[in-house]
């Protein structure tokens, strides 16, 4: 059974960084590849960062220059770093998997997903 689960959430304040890591257990990157999204209270699921297996990378236009989305197959995680982080980043973050080609912007087109880490940003 696949599970994914993410680490790195916290508090901090405007403008300092996070990272988060998104691990995988019972599949290899075997996938299309994995992506980042987060939901704030009261709002819809957004996404945030995504990367394929090929290393092709998309970003949300909020988030881009700010937030760089990696992969290491060695350890089979696919990491976050968030810097210059806003107040309007705090969020829970989602970490998914997606089985095949498509949209990577779409949560529906996602197969697996994590329980989520929550990201505080204090102004």
């Known amino acids: 059974q696949v599970q994914m689960v993410e680490s790195g959430g916290g508090l901090v304040q405007a403008g300092g960084s996070l990272r988060l890591s998104c691990a995988i257990s019972g599949r290899t990157f075997s996938g299309a590849g994995r992506g980042w999204f987060r939901q704030a209270p009261g709002q819809d699921r957004e996404f945030v960062a995504a990367i394929t297996w090929s290393g092709m990378t998309y970003y949300a236009d909020s988030v881009k220059s700010r937030f760089t989305i990696s992969r290491d197959f060695v350890q089979s995680t696919v990491d976050l770093e968030m810097n210059d982080l806003k107040p309007e980043d705090t969020a829970v973050y989602y970490c998914?998997?997606?089985?095949?080609?498509?949209?990577?912007?779409?949560?529906?087109?996602?197969?697996?997903w994590g329980q989520g880490t929550q990201v505080t940003v204090s102004s």
């Open positions: 998914a998997e997606k089985k095949s080609a498509g949209s990577y912007l779409t949560a529906r087109e996602y197969d697996y």
